[in-house]
Structure formats: structure tokens, C-alpha cells
């Protein structure tokens, strides 16, 4: 009789300690998968390589090809592009646009895509960092510098329509997104405008003048908190003068937009 209580007392132990070495486990188990599923990043769309959640801001270029780069302007383009890349924020979608005689044709992004981050500052056990790494290489550095060569490679054009471009760029790009974070535009050009809404090579012009205008009506757009950069290209005389700075700058104003930095390309 006392061989037997002996008997199902070390049982009982040992049910015990089984039952505790399973609560433990199981402890284990879920608080691993806690820690992963806090520790792990949203998914991106594959398409795009932008977050689920929507870009967490906008760097928005638009390479105006009226006139045709000469040798050193390229070179600079190339150095002011590849800089543009490679400092944009993980989660930021870049919209490429080019600007040609019929800009009409060129309403969509000529390249659209987010920076979905090199991750070389992810960690190991959350991630797949040589896979991260090469989606932001081959998918993102890739075709990003691939299309350097077609912004800037084209024959003159007969008009240059920026104004009706920054419109198109407007609803095409920064109203279709609406990103919460920073909104960055980029423009590369000598921002002399030619079209029948204004022509900056006939005389003198100024803002006050063309806001006057039934065109400048026609062709508004809101950049409420924009950050416009200005990359001139030295083209022609009129680009060096307080005049055609001046207009940008009162019609960044106008648009709400901030004031933008002044900025040139070598050439």
C-alpha cells in the first residue's frame, strides 16, 4: 500500500513538472510570436515598393527637355540625379516627370516608385536582409538610374510649357497621393516659359502682370506646403536675371507653396 502511494505521488510530480515545462513552452511560443509580429515591418506593395499604409512622403522631379543639354549639363544631371536617388527616404515615392514639346503626352510619370529601403538596417531575425538588399538594387537603383539617359537625351523643342506642366504635375502626382509627410518638387530647367499662356522670350514679363491673365485663371493649382527646388539650367541670358527669379518665387507664393531654394546647374 505505501509502495503504491509512493508510486502515484511520483507521478503526480512528474505531471507537474511536465505540465510546467508545457506552460513554459507555450509561454515561449506566443511570446516569441509577439515580439515578431511588433517587431516586424508593414508589408509593401510590389508593384509600386511603396508601404500598405501609402508613401510617407512624395519627392516629385520634373526634367524639362525643351532645350537640349549640353556635355557638362548632362554630367552635372547625372551627379544632382543619382543624389536625389540615393537621398531619398525609405518610404517616400519618387514621381519622375519629363516635359516636351507636346506636353500633353506626358500627363503620367515617366517613373513612379518608392525607396523601399536597402535593408542594411534591418534586423536578421525579423527579416530576409540579402533579399532586402537586392529588391532595392535591382528593383528600385536600377531602373531608377536606367532612365537618367532618356530625361535628359532629346532635340529642342518649339515651346516650353511649365506652367501647364506644374498644373498636370499638381493632379497628377501631389493631389492624386496626398501623402502626410514632406512633399518635395524638383525642377530642372532654365524656367523660361513659352507658350501661348505666357511667353517669357518677348520683352519684359513679370507675376503681377501674368496673374492678371484669363490663363493664369486657367492654369492654378494648390501646392499648400510644398518645398519647390529650382535646378536652372543656363540656357539662355534671361535665366541669370532677378526677373525670371522673381516671377518664381511670387508665383511659389501664390500657389502656397514654400519658397523655393535657387539652385544651377554646371554648364
Not at 514679363?205 to 493664369?216: R, W
Amino acid at each position: 500500500m505505501a509502495r503504491s502511494s509512493k508510486i502515484r505521488r511520483r507521478k503526480n510530480r512528474l505531471n507537474i513538472i511536465a505540465t510546467a515545462l508545457f506552460i513554459c513552452f507555450a509561454a515561449t511560443i506566443v511570446g516569441a510570436a509577439i515580439w515578431w509580429a511588433m517587431n516586424r515591418k508593414p508589408g509593401i506593395d510590389p508593384q509600386t515598393l511603396c508601404p500598405q499604409s501609402g508613401p510617407r512622403g512624395h519627392q516629385v522631379l520634373l526634367v524639362d527637355k525643351t532645350d537640349a543639354f549640353n556635355t557638362a549639363q548632362k554630367a552635372s544631371f547625372d551627379i544632382f540625379f543619382k543624389e536625389l536617388i540615393e537621398s531619398t527616404p525609405e518610404g517616400y515615392l519618387i514621381s519622375i516627370f519629363v516635359l516636351g514639346d507636346d506636353f500633353k503626352n506626358n500627363t503620367k510619370p515617366f517613373l513612379e516608385l518608392c525607396n523601399p529601403g536597402t535593408g542594411n538596417d534591418k534586423n536578421e531575425l525579423t527579416d530576409n536582409v540579402k533579399e532586402l538588399q537586392q529588391r532595392y538594387r535591382k528593383h528600385f537603383i536600377g531602373p531608377m538610374l536606367t532612365v537618367s539617359n532618356d530625361l535628359i537625351n532629346s532635340p529642342s523643342a518649339k515651346e516650353s510649357p511649365i506652367l501647364e506642366m506644374l498644373q498636370l504635375i499638381s493632379l497628377h502626382a501631389i493631389q492624386l497621393h496626398k501623402v502626410k509627410g514632406e512633399v518635395n518638387l524638383f525642377i530642372v530647367s532654365d524656367m523660361l516659359q513659352n507658350s501661348r499662356a505666357l511667353n517669357m522670350y518677348k520683352g519684359a514679363f513679370s507675376f503681377e502682370k501674368y496673374e492678371q491673365s484669363y490663363q493664369a485663371s486657367k492654369l492654378w493649382v494648390d501646392f499648400s506646403n510644398v518645398n519647390i527646388h529650382l535646378y536652372l539650367v543656363n540656357n539662355n541670358p534671361k535665366t541669370l536675371t532677378d526677373e525670371l527669379t522673381n516671377f518664381w518665387k511670387a508665383y511659389s507664393k501664390k500657389v502656397k507653396a514654400n519658397e523655393p531654394t535657387i539652385n544651377m546647374i554646371s554648364g
